[in-house]
């Protein structure tokens, strides 16, 4: 079926003035291709030849908007091991070494962006035994990974927190980036803030919504201190709802984005759920006959925003449902990030009109974050990425990924770990 996929190729004009060359946003995921150790912190974090080859490779492909990430602005609070770090303790120049990646990802005309972000009571016992949160709420075993019982921030520490991310926002303002993302979807510490499931803070930072979202605004004061907005945007993932019994509802999401909205903020990213509650799964239901997991609540959400340009992310494969969201008014831009894993150059061949569609994905939801990470190891590697359309492929890589393969079955060395099993986070 032919589809006009024009639309898709307008530029998108923000508030300040900047333009994305197109309407596609490359969300942020979880790379691992990054420098860790298990003591030494200051080892942690650091960029590396594969992660900067990833985000040349990304930059090839016409994408509108790359945002890097997912970036912890703390060495301990980390989503996963081998992530980029940007944490104001460490003595190395976070600047100079984000800006060959910052220049590899624009050097094609694709705005980058950097996803800052804190795991919060999602933070493995196998990196710390006593992660931080809002309060005690402990989160349950998810995917081969356990969590310790969080320790509540004190004031103090919250305040700092704000500092750290308004020092990760200049960091990257100073290296080149076009933008910030603060990662406040997906159960990672600012949606915890957020949530009254596990928010149960009675200090100003806890109780009402504005409470609970004023860690939110505070660290977007703090970040237009540091940097010149008319050149740089601001940016955040949030989720259209949690999909657990307690957590951040629908209406309470909307009334936050068009708070967001009414600060200043240049792009808003909808996603959904978190390590307890899987929106993907939530999802399915609704999404049969369309095929974005989050578009229905992007409808609603959109008419509220002034100014703000709305990113919807999750469940998009193909040009016509692409097309249509576009056009039907639901989102002015389409976010991708498992397409993107397989296929790094899936915008300029669509909107060349060279494809119309993803490659079918046939891993299981389950491991998709593992399958995942090996295509961008391959591609940071400069090897062939893993077909997930193949049958055979999926289950070498699932036999990987349980310690069942033999040596000669493992496509990218290293990456292998059972760890991933169901780490689902991003589209």
């Keep these: 079926m032919t589809v006009d996929v024009s639309v898709l190729g307008k530029p998108i004009t923000f508030r300040n003035g900047m333009k994305a060359p197109n309407v596609f946003l490359k969300s942020a995921m979880t790379e691992r291709l990054c420098t860790y150790d298990k003591k030494d912190l200051e080892a942690r974090g650091k960029t590396t030849a594969e992660y900067e080859k990833l985000y040349k490779v990304w930059g090839e492909g016409e994408i509108g908007v790359i945002v890097l990430g997912n970036i912890p602005i703390e060495r301990e609070g980390l989503e996963a091991a081998k992530n980029m770090i940007i944490d104001k303790s460490n003595t190395w120049d976070a600047i100079e070494n984000l800006k060959p990646v910052i220049a590899a990802s624009k050097a094609h005309g694709s705005l980058v962006i950097g996803q800052l972000t804190h795991g919060g009571r999602q933070v493995s016992n196998e990196i710390v035994d006593t992660p931080v949160s809002a309060s005690d709420i402990q989160c349950p075993p998810m995917g081969g990974m356990e969590f310790g019982k969080p320790r509540p921030l004190r004031e103090d520490e919250i305040e700092d927190l704000i500092d750290r991310w308004a020092f990760g926002a200049e960091a990257l303002y100073k290296a080149g980036a076009d933008g910030c993302q603060l990662h406040a979807a997906h159960g990672y510490l600012l949606s915890q803030f957020l949530s009254s499931r596990v928010n149960k803070r009675t200090d100003k930072f806890g109780g009402s919504l504005e409470n609970k979202s004023m860690i939110v605004f505070r660290v977007i004061e703090e970040i237009k201190k540091r940097v010149d907005t008319s050149k740089f945007l601001i940016s955040i993932k949030m989720n ?18 068009q708070q967001l909205d009414e600060a200043g903020l240049d792009l808003i990213e909808l996603s959904g759920g978190s390590y307890e509650s899987m929106a993907f799964e ?72 060279k494809i119309t569609e993803a490659r079918e994905n046939k891993g299981d939801g389950g491991i998709s974050t593992g399958l995942a ?9 400069g090897k062939d990425i893993p077909d997930l359309s193949d049958e055979k492929t999926v289950q070498k890589l699932v036999n990987v990924l349980m310690g069942k393969g033999d040596e000669d079955d493992k496509p990218i060395k290293d990456q292998e770990s059972s760890s991933y099993a169901g780490q689902e986070k991003a589209s």
Aim: net charge positive; hydrophobic share 45%.
């Design 240 to 257: 259209s709802a949690d999909f657990a019994d307690g957590g951040l509802t629908e209406e309470e999401s909307r009334t936050v984005a």
């Design 282 to 353: 939530h999802k399915k239901e609704s999404t049969k006959k369309r095929e974005a997991f989050f578009i229905e609540f992007a409808e609603k959400v959109r008419p509220m925003l002034k100014s703000a340009v709305l990113c919807t992310t999750g469940g998009f494969r193909s040009a016509k449902a692409m097309v249509d969201a576009v056009n039907g008014g639901a989102t002015a831009m389409i976010g991708l990030a498992r397409p993107l894993c397989a296929e790094p150059y899936f915008c300029r061949d669509i909107l060349s009109g």
């Design 373 to 381: 990470i090996m295509q961008l190891a391959a591609i940071g590697a």
